[in-house]
């Protein structure tokens, strides 16, 4: 009977979940009526039916049983597949947390791979880049499709480590739910604030995974308060870990349905299900049951008239379950689930809350929709360049559908590409489709153009009429760019903080090189290049020591380039602190034609501003608008005269930033170039920033380090040598350990790691939260001018 129900599962992968015992002849006659009708397509395998009668298999199984890998038609699948049951789901966690072991056991009891991956081993199906593997960290994002119960889960595995943030950010952006994953004895760290902080930017419903429970320094209480304390949420715990008197993790209660679930083997495939009372529940689990309840019936007025009708014993699980996924949905609660995935515990409630209680992409359908009346609308988010296929670009369809051997429109780039096949990820095994329809995320191969952030839609003259719409309308709510198209919100690249000279080993290989590091830069926008205007060598800029040590490991392996780094520095910003005001002229001689133009530039301190995003025009009383005295064009030359500025500023040639300017006159004769236009801007920005008292901005970064307590004395001493402020500082007693929390300038964080490691005997760690711009002191200014310069402040 088993057997039999196994091939049933096999057979039908996707549309049965094999919760009933089942003859095989039953089976077979139920999917020939279903093929009859056209539902779906069988193709059944002579050699695995008969690899399945040969198969031992364990006589109770009530719930999962291991079966072999086994592809079916995934175009057959997904036409039959209702929107409503698509969810698209990020993992997040701070490195080592557990995100790609969770995601490794969530594929292996959904039946997608035989035996799980682990992540020490480099056998896992998410981390497939060897760099991964080597270092057992995840450097790319990884999408892999699960069928759990009727409802198809596109994961998203993002990394984990703070030098990969666009990795989150583009992944993040795609997905319509987020599971936040904890270390059980850890609680909220460092890199999980900074992608949660993220996933607030985006509004993104979201839950919480408490992972590793099994662990002896384990603390439940510890991780709920973590959460209340750091992520600012209430958290609403819904299922509670169970413990046999070794205090070994066996099980879970659902304070939802009110069941007790038991895994009595180590693989995790079974778990037996009971149902409980309020009697059965001991005070911690009775007393988060009513704050559950509680919870719900404070944000649900129509749970709160259920609640107050029906006693507690009679109450139904189905109205506590619609309650609880409208306030997921909305917000307003972070339901919080217990397991240890390596132990193979908690994994199949999790799956069923994912589907439960996240959305799915009809839920979160964002208003630029409204302009395209159903049509192709898609995000291209992530580009990988394959070596036979070319770049293939990852993009998530927020409306309409896709089919290959077609045409569509980017309507950031104002061109039309070829769809000419459709692949569905999995890792890094790319499954090919027919068709691709809204809420599913898909790869495109040999799109030329389209870079990360782009909006695609099917033609040329749907963009046209949605402008139409978008204009009429006067939608200030929506994302606007020049051409004043509705476009999806785009991606925000984090502007990198490091920098080195790169240099082949032979001249020869110097266009290789370049052709290389345009592909890596395409794939990932926090890198870039540029060639230094004095030595003429190539400059690679990225977001840290590791994320260096990434690229120069792929231009080796992926390109055959063994190249040369330069010492790593640091990218300093400039800003001003004071108001100026300055005037400009300058002339155009043609022949005996005098043609001149002038600007007049007023720039002040907008801290917070960050990079330069837009230029004010003066509006004096009465006097009509500078903008509406010239063409557009003229408008465009003065705009890009003050960005050319503010990408080079007066004291190391540095980007600047956390300023405001406003053009306050401006006079062009008939005929003067454009190019004259934006050089005299230029000239009289710098010109004002430079007497407007400009500073260095320096990158620092918060460190968060557990040490034992005995090398406290020596940790502190080093960091204060490093310029460091220290901002907490805290003693856990019963292990132990320090723990200190301090701002650190970035240039004095090279090599920390090996410092540390030396300092605490190999016993100390610690981990950065994100990337913030400070000022500098004249004294250090005088510094860095004098070694980057040779000239003072």
Not at 603 to 627: I, M, T, Y
Request: glycine share 6%; hydrophobic share 40%; with cysteine.
């Amino acid at each position: 009977m088993v057997a039999n129900r196994d091939q049933m599962y096999i057979i039908t992968n996707r549309y049965f979940q094999a919760e009933t015992h089942v003859s095989f002849p039953f089976v077979v006659n139920i999917s020939c009526l279903f093929s009859a009708f056209g539902m779906i397509k069988i193709t059944l395998s002579t050699v695995v039916l008969r690899r399945l009668m040969h198969t031992k298999l364990p006589v109770s199984v009530h719930h999962k049983v291991k079966r072999p890998k086994v592809y079916l038609d995934n175009d057959a699948c997904d036409r039959n597949l209702d929107i409503s049951k698509i969810r698209n789901i990020g993992l997040v966690a701070h490195i080592d947390a557990g995100k790609t072991t969770t995601t490794e056991r969530m594929l292996y009891m959904s039946g997608n791979i035989s035996e799980p991956g682990l992540v020490d081993a480099g056998t896992t199906t998410t981390d497939y880049m060897v760099q991964e593997r080597e270092r057992g960290i995840t450097i790319a994002s990884a999408i892999v499709s699960i069928y759990w119960a009727f409802y198809r889960l596109n994961l998203i595995d993002t990394p984990g480590h703070v030098d990969f943030t666009l990795e989150v950010e583009r992944s993040l952006r795609v997905v319509d739910g987020a599971l936040v994953i904890l270390d059980g004895s850890e609680g909220v760290e460092a890199q999980t604030l900074t992608v949660w902080h993220q996933a607030e930017k985006f509004q993104i419903p979201s839950m919480v995974y408490i992972n590793k429970l099994d662990k002896s320094n384990a603390n439940l209480q510890f991780c709920l308060d973590s959460i209340r304390k750091l992520m600012k949420v209430e958290p609403l715990l819904i299922n509670t870990p169970v413990f046999d008197l070794s205090g070994h993790l066996t099980g879970v209660t659902d304070l939802v349905r009110m069941m007790h679930y038991y895994w009595p083997e180590e693989n995790g495939l079974r778990y037996d299900e009971k149902a409980c009372c309020l009697e059965e529940l001991n005070s911690f689990e009775l007393k988060h049951r009513e704050n559950l309840l509680s919870k719900l019936a404070d944000l649900d007025d129509h749970f709160a008239e259920i609640l107050l009708s029906d006693k507690e014993p009679s109450l139904n699980s189905a109205d506590v379950e619609r309650s609880l996924r409208q306030a997921t949905i909305r917000r307003r609660v972070i339901p919080v689930l217990c397991g240890s995935s390596f132990r193979n515990r908690g994994i199949q409630p999790l799956l069923n809350a994912i589907c439960q209680y996240l959305p799915s992409p009809l839920d979160c359908i964002p208003a630029v929709l409204q302009f395209y009346n159903g049509r192709l609308c898609c995000l291209a988010f992530k580009i990988v360049h394959d070596h036979y296929l070319g770049p293939l670009t990852y993009i998530r369809l927020y409306g309409g559908s896709l089919s290959k051997n077609s045409k569509v429109f980017n309507i950031n780039r104002n061109c039309i590409e070829s769809v000419t096949k459709i692949f569905i990820p999995h890792g890094d095994v790319m499954h090919e489709a027919e068709f691709a329809s809204q809420g599913q995320i898909v790869v495109l191969p040999g799109l030329k153009s389209t870079i990360i952030g782009d909006t695609i839609v099917d033609s040329h003259h749907t963009a046209e009429h949605a402008k139409k719409l978008f204009e009429a309308q006067n939608v200030d709510s929506l994302e606007r760019r020049d051409n004043q198209h509705p476009i999806l919100a785009g991606i925000d690249v984090p502007e990198p903080v490091f920098y080195c000279t790169v240099e082949p080993s032979a001249v020869s290989e110097q266009n290789k090189l370049d052709l290389a590091l345009t592909k890596l830069a395409r794939e990932d926008p926090s890198i870039r290049t540029r060639i230094d205007s004095d030595s003429q060598q190539t400059i690679l800029e990225a977001m840290g020591e590791l994320h260096v040590e990434i690229i120069k490991d792929r231009l080796k392996r992926d390109y055959g380039l063994d190249v040369f780094l330069g010492p790593l520095q640091v990218n300093y910003r400039e800003t001003v602190t004071v108001p100026m005001t300055c005037a400009k002229r300058i002339h155009d001689f043609v022949g005996s034609t005098d043609r001149s133009v002038a600007v007049e530039l007023k720039v002040e301190p907008a801290p917070g501003a960050g990079p330069l995003k837009k230029v004010r025009w003066s509006h004096e009383q009465g006097k009509k608008a500078l903008e509406d005295c010239y063409p557009q064009f003229i408008l465009n030359s003065v705009i890009d005269g003050c960005f050319n500025a503010c990408s080079h500023g007066p004291l190391l040639n540095s980007l600047v930033v956390d300023v405001d300017i406003v053009v306050q006159k401006l006079e062009v004769d008939r005929g003067v170039p454009v190019a004259a236009i934006a050089a005299c801007t230029s000239q009289c920005l710098l010109e004002a920033m430079a007497g407007a008292n400009s500073i260095l901005l320096e990158p620092v970064s918060e460190l968060k380090i557990s040490i034992p307590a005995n090398f406290g004395h020596d940790v502190l001493r080093d960091l204060n040598h490093r310029r460091a402020k220290v901002l907490d500082l805290n003693l856990d007693v019963e292990n132990d350990v320090k723990c200190i929390h301090a701002k650190v300038p970035l240039q004095e964080l090279q090599g920390y790691a090996t410092c540390l490691r030396t300092l605490t005997s190999g016993m100390g760690q610690f981990h950065m939260i994100g990337v913030a711009y400070e000022p500098m002191t004249r004294d250090q200014s005088d510094i860095v001018l004098r070694r980057l310069t040779g000239m003072d402040l």
